[in-house]
């Protein structure tokens, strides 16, 4: 039997730790939002109509988890083309499916996302930040605002603690309606598979931000995908098509490396919201091969239910592939906890 701890044991387990890093997951939106975020709420919002044939995969692999007909699409194409070319069009078709797909989830957020910041209550965004005010680099899977929205509430309570995503007002035109990415060490908050408000502008990451146009950032977005804009966005179907993904954008590949970096001997990692999924392998092997001793992975519900059992799996799995201690080498332990005893938004 898995024993779980509440929240406050867990880190209470680590104190001795001088770090704590987090890695959040989908469930921190769904917590918030099930009515949004969910799978089953982003799919029937999901947009189709050009490509209708479309949900008949979602119904042929009996899933709504977008990135699983991604995957299916992107390995059927790649066995296409292992046998010579032997019928190109439906590898073309394939490829393009599988776009169609990332743009409607992306298209799906941004139409189901919470219009503005005072959709979501103080109290919520409060709970929140005591919650994050607890680590020193956060790190989001998650495309929405949520984390961005939360971290600018700083009048919800009298809590300060130190948060930087790395983007400033570009020096050489400060008059532009957004923020731009500047390379450096400084950021403790990444978002390793982009987000709505980030965008690749070719010669330079942008942010959007509400105090540059006093325009609401979903607003922004929305607009940008009416103009066929595509946020950076990473949704592809397996870890590997993901990583090249990351490798060929300055920003991703520095946010990776992050995330890589805290894998010290010092520091806890602490997962929430998160299905430890074997498409997001690029990232959860930085924990196997770091030398971080603990691993806080969060549970929700019933322990022995099927998705937590391979939530535990995995979280074993990453032990055994870390290995005894050994020099200045550190075993890994994995410790569980309830994410309702979180309480994350209250």
Request: proline share 4%.
């Amino acid at each position: 039997m898995t024993k779980v701890l509440s929240f406050d044991d867990a880190m209470q387990s680590v104190s001795g730790l001088t770090k704590k890093h987090l890695l959040l997951g989908n469930g921190f939106s769904i917590s918030l939002k099930p009515d949004i975020f969910s799978y089953g709420a982003l799919f029937d919002s999901a947009d189709f109509s050009s490509k209708p044939h479309i949900k008949d995969l979602f119904k042929a692999l009996k899933t709504q988890d977008f990135e699983i007909v991604i995957k299916h699409l992107q390995d059927a194409a790649t066995v296409l083309d292992a046998y010579g070319r032997s019928d190109p069009a439906l590898a073309k078709d394939f490829k393009e499916d599988a776009a169609a797909i990332k743009d409607a989830l992306v298209k799906a957020i941004a139409k189901r996302h919470p219009d503005r910041p005072f959709d979501i209550k103080p109290e919520q965004y409060a709970a929140c930040r005591t919650f994050l005010s607890r680590f020193d680099h956060m790190f989001t899977l998650n495309y929405d605002v949520l984390l961005y929205w939360t971290l600018m509430q700083s009048d919800v309570d009298k809590r300060t603690f130190r948060h930087d995503d790395g983007f400033r007002h570009p020096e050489e035109d400060p008059s532009v309606p957004w923020v731009s990415w500047q390379q450096g060490n400084a950021a403790t908050v990444s978002y390793l598979h982009g987000a709505l408000h980030l965008f690749d502008a070719g010669s330079e990451m942008t942010k959007y931000t509400w105090s540059k146009t006093d325009k609401p950032i979903v607003e922004q977005i929305r607009a940008s995908l009416d103009e066929e804009k595509y946020p950076l966005f990473v949704a592809e179907g397996t870890s590997a098509t993901k990583l090249e993904r990351i490798l060929h954008n300055a920003y991703l590949h520095k946010a990776l490396r992050s995330f890589e970096g805290c894998q010290t001997s010092s520091a806890a990692i602490v997962i929430f919201g998160h299905s430890l999924a074997d498409n997001d392998r690029h990232v959860l092997k930085c924990i196997a091969k770091g030398n971080s001793p603990y691993l806080l992975v969060s549970l929700y519900g019933d322990p022995s239910s099927e998705a937590n059992k391979k939530i535990i799996h995995a979280a074993n799995s990453l032990v055994e592939e870390r290995g005894p201690a050994g020099g200045k080498k550190k075993a890994l332990e994995v410790r569980f906890y309830a994410a309702a005893s979180v309480k994350l938004w209250g």
